[in-house]
């Protein structure tokens, strides 16, 4: 087996994709030639096709008539406008690069069954290898990511490209290259720079020349110059270093305020809010009734029919007639369930705040009034009995219109 090979794919996204890949793979970007080196402008004549047009303009062509045929005319932005293979030779190698390069083509083509818009070989740099330009174009729809595929799919294609083409060139099998961190492949140029400075005359402009190419793959310039490669930063930490390790500092509110109620901390007390009139129940007290000890007479009864109970309340709802009787001292007090049964001014306001969990209805939806105790005055609730009985016997309550 001699050396190994490369075979690579990728997506090329973008309408104008498939005309600025084929100017690099036709070196029609002279900005590119001598610009960082790898490309020598004296092998450019050494470079071959082996399909498609001798013109980015007439590969781009070839494309879109193949799409405007095929009816795919609208696309995404994200879609794939075409598949980009790269089979590369090892600098070297004595395997004839026309030879092995049309083999691969013709893989390609029977691999992918798909339509080849271009394929050019490059000799004007350091490793001889070709760039070939996929239409993904299957069905009448471009599939490109189905072709691309994942992980498995890929190293499934380099294993049957390997059995068909490579293995017959005495080729080793290609194999997943070690991915290392950007703080390795640093330390891996510095190494690399040691050893020129340390072994030859070259200035510092012309070291960090030969060193850029290198950057993000210094693994094989290394080997070369007979250096491992740095291992590395294990993240095994001592239990002491964990716990004497700097934290970060906690998050500010996203609003930029105190966080409520923090632990440890004694909040006080929400101080007492008023609501809007329509929020609270209403309680109302009716005129007091004579003493039982005072002969009652119609002129001067006290009392209230239940056609003047029927208040309309500010939000639409009818109050309806009282139904509870609480006594306080001398004074009666008719209020409506849930009122306060101390009411000052002929109303109470009424806060959810204030009830109690167990007095909450679930069929009702709403707070009932707490169970009122019984007076320890009975002679006070017996003339408040025989004062109501007097009353309602004689037609109901009623109120003196004066």
Not at 34 to 43: E, K, N, S, Y
Not at 297 to 322: Q, Y
């Amino acid at each position: 087996m001699t050396m190994g090979y490369a075979l690579t794919i990728k997506r090329l996204y973008g309408p104008a994709i498939v005309r600025v890949a084929a100017k690099h793979n036709l070196r029609e970007i002279a900005a590119e030639i001598g610009a960082d080196g790898h490309i020598d402008p004296a092998r450019i004549a050494d470079n071959f096709i082996l399909r498609g047009a001798d013109t980015a303009h007439g590969v781009a062509n070839l494309a879109k008539s193949l799409m405007d045929a095929a009816g795919a005319v609208k696309f995404r932005k994200t879609s794939v406008m075409a598949l980009e293979l790269l089979f590369m030779l090892p600098a070297a190698t004595t395997i004839n690069p026309r030879q092995y390069f049309e083999q691969a083509t013709t893989w390609a083509e029977s691999h992918f069954g798909v339509p080849v818009l271009s394929a050019v070989v490059h000799l004007d740099e350091g490793a001889p290898h070709c760039h070939l330009l996929l239409l993904p174009l299957v069905n009448g729809r471009m599939g490109g990511s189905d072709l691309h595929g994942g992980k498995a799919k890929l190293w499934a294609m380099q294993t049957n490209f390997h059995d068909q083409v490579g293995a017959l060139y005495g080729l080793a099998r290609q194999t997943p290259q070690k991915q290392h961190s950007a703080a390795v492949r640093s330390a891996a140029i510095e190494l690399a720079r040691d050893c020129l400075q340390a072994n030859s005359a070259l200035t510092d402009a012309v070291i960090d020349a030969l060193l850029r190419p290198h950057a993000k793959d210094p693994a094989p310039l290394l080997s070369v110059l007979g250096i491992t490669m740095p291992a590395p930063k294990t993240k095994n930490k001592s239990f002491a270093a964990i716990m004497t390790a700097p934290c970060r500092p906690e998050p500010r509110n996203p609003i930029g305020i105190e966080i409520p109620n923090p632990i440890g901390k004694v909040v006080p007390a929400e101080p007492e809010k008023s609501y809007p009139y329509p929020c609270v129940g209403i309680g109302f007290s009716a005129p007091s009734f004579p003493s039982p000890n005072e002969p009652s007479s119609a002129s001067n009864a006290a009392t209230v029919t239940s056609a003047d109970l029927m208040l309309e309340r500010p939000n639409g709802i009818e109050w309806k007639p009282p139904q509870v009787a609480i006594i306080d001292q001398s004074e009666i007090v008719i209020a409506s369930p849930g009122a306060d049964p101390n009411p000052e001014g002929g109303h109470t306001r009424v806060r959810d705040a204030g009830q109690q969990s167990g007095n909450w209805s679930e069929d009702l939806g709403e707070f009932l009034a707490p169970p009122i105790k019984a007076s320890c005055k009975p002679a006070a609730m017996a003339s408040v009995r025989i004062a109501l009985e007097a009353n309602w016997l004689h037609g109901g309550l009623r109120r003196d219109s004066g």
